[in-house]
């Protein structure tokens, strides 16, 4: 018996494949890379000896090296960092901000607008090509190749750690699975939460009115378990800035998450973000949102910082960034607001 996890990882913000085998009854002795190899379709040895040296193949619950010999009714589990693209990818002349790079890991500063890999309706302008253009540039006669382990929305900006070899990718997918990465975003929320620090807590999944925007499950039904810890960073009144950080990396979790506790993102279209909470019989304050909307035309969301374990090296690193100029600019402007309210309020 075998099967692939019907609701796989890869839809989410952390980018790994999920199987899970069982063994027949009367199986052989054969090692576990070679079991494998011939249960995924288009993966390779190498990657599925590197799952294993990351800890990433589970037999029976403990994780396994990948000559242990497979046993009659074993369950197994695999976790493949990020499926494969199945579009030839080529190089693009893309302008990106590289934050730090070896030869093992890239760091980059993603700009709004920019999709992270190839998909429906985005098959090229994406920072996979960008990627693939800068290791060419680097070495034309055997560049680098881009190994995704997590990605942030289109329109989100901020930092997003690549992985140079399958070896680093492996290692850096098995942070995201045990949630050791730390990862911090800044986001500028409607409303002004009644505690300065809490806890978000429910499932996220496919909306079952539309499966293009995730839905959180409060009762547990559906979805995936989602943690998201917020602080207060300053509070303008009408919107609050905040800090998040991910304990889980559903995909649009943060945007879900907040939507669900009414206090939705924004400038976020998609979760409620365009609607004016406060405010709306007042001329001013209409114009003052209009133009902010105008100057953020995109949810107000920034990955401002990312630590993790270096994949060869084992020492810890972390990075920040600052805020994107057009949200920095729509805060200033609400920090104005705030401070010098229209008489007409």
């Known amino acids: 018996m075998s099967e692939k996890e019907p609701a796989d990882i890869s839809q989410d913000e952390e980018l790994y ?39 990433l193949i589970l037999v029976n ?33 893309i302008p990106i901000e590289v934050v730090y790079e070896d030869q093992d890991v890239i760091l980059v500063n993603k700009k709004a607008g920019i999709v992270v890999h190839p998909g429906y309706n985005n098959y090229t302008g994406t920072l ?19 190994y995704l382990v997590h990605r942030i929305d289109k329109d989100t900006s901020g930092l997003l750690v690549v992985a140079k070899t399958e070896e680093a990718q492996a290692k850096l ?14 986001a500028l929320i409607w409303g002004d939460p009644d505690e300065d620090e809490g806890t978000i807590t429910g499932h996220i999944g496919r909306s ?20 998201t810890h917020y602080r207060v960073l300053q509070r303008f009144g009408y919107v609050t800035l905040i800090d998040c950080q991910l304990e889980t990396g559903r995909t649009h979790q943060i945007r879900a998450h907040f ?30 949102v209009q133009n902010c909307f105008t100057m953020l035309p995109r949810q107000a969301l920034h990955a401002r910082s990312l630590g993790f374990v270096h994949p060869t090296t084992g020492k ?26 229209p008489e007409e309020e």
Not at 173 to 186: G, M
Request: hydrophobic residues 35%; proline residues 6%.
């Open 61 to 93: 619950g403990k994780a396994v090296k990948p000559n242990y010999k497979i046993r009659p009714e074993d369950e197994v589990r695999i976790y493949l960092p990020t499926p494969p693209i199945e579009i030839e990818m080529v190089g693009e002349d």
């Open 128 to 146: 996979l090509n960008a990627l693939i253009y800068h290791f060419e540039q680097q070495n034309p006669e055997k560049p680098a190749i881009p």
């Open 316 to 341: 810890n690193i972390y990075f920040e960034t600052a805020l994107a100029d057009d949200l920095q600019s729509v805060i200033d402007k609400w920090d104005h607001y705030a401070q010098y309210k």
């Open 17 to 55: 494949e999920h199987y899970c085998f069982q063994a027949d009854k009367g199986q052989g002795l054969l090692r576990i890379d070679k079991w494998l190899l011939n249960k995924i379709v288009g993966t390779s040895r190498n990657k599925i000896q590197n799952a294993a040296k990351a800890g």
């Open 208 to 227: 079952p009115r539309d499966r293009k925007v995730m839905f959180v499950f409060e009762d547990g039904s559906s979805g995936k378990h989602a943690v």
């Open 173 to 186: 997918a098995r942070q995201f699975f045990d949630h050791s990465i730390k990862r911090n975003y800044t």
């Open 259 to 288: 939507k669900h506790i009414k206090h939705p993102l924004f400038g976020d279209i998609t979760y409620g973000g365009q609607s004016i909470v406060k405010g709306t019989t007042f001329t001013k304050y209409k114009q003052f």
